[in-house]
């Protein structure tokens, strides 16, 4: 069984930093292409950051270019989102996910297979 576990939201001033960590179990995050999306309250979907061993890639929404960096160690197993200079508009439910075969666009939901159950992340002005 596939597991991804997301962890280190919380609630934050604007300015202010957090990582995330999506630790897998069942599944080898190593070598494979996982990412991160996040959900805001009305809001569609949105894929935030990826990595794509495969395509030796990072990937970044423009919106977060510069603020935030996708990780990963091997050995726990675990792929962290390091966000700094939150910004309000950054609120929303955050989302860790697996694609086995990495051959879609990295930002469409639909192509990652596993997904975690979210973590929370609120940044106030």
């Known amino acids: 069984q596939v597991l991804l576990v997301e962890s280190g939201g919380g609630s934050v001033q604007a300015g202010g930093a957090l990582r995330l960590s999506c630790a897998a179990s069942?599944?080898?995050?190593?070598?494979?292409?996982m990412a991160w999306f996040r959900q805001a309250p009305g809001k569609e979907r949105e894929g935030v950051a990826a990595?794509?061993?495969?395509?030796?890639?990072?990937y970044y929404a423009d919106s977060v270019k510069g603020r935030f960096t996708i990780s990963q160690d091997n050995a726990k197993n675990t792929v962290y989102l390091q966000m700094n200079s939150l910004k309000p508009e950054d609120t929303a439910m955050y989302y860790c996910?697996?694609?086995?075969?990495?051959?879609?666009?990295?930002?469409?939901?639909?192509?990652?297979?596993?997904w975690g159950q979210g973590t929370q992340v609120t940044v106030s002005s």
């Open positions: 996910a697996a694609d086995r075969f990495c051959g879609g666009s990295w930002y469409i939901g639909s192509n990652y297979d596993y």
């Open positions: 069942g599944y080898t995050a190593s070598g494979n292409c």
């Open positions: 990595l794509f061993p495969q395509r030796m890639r990072t």
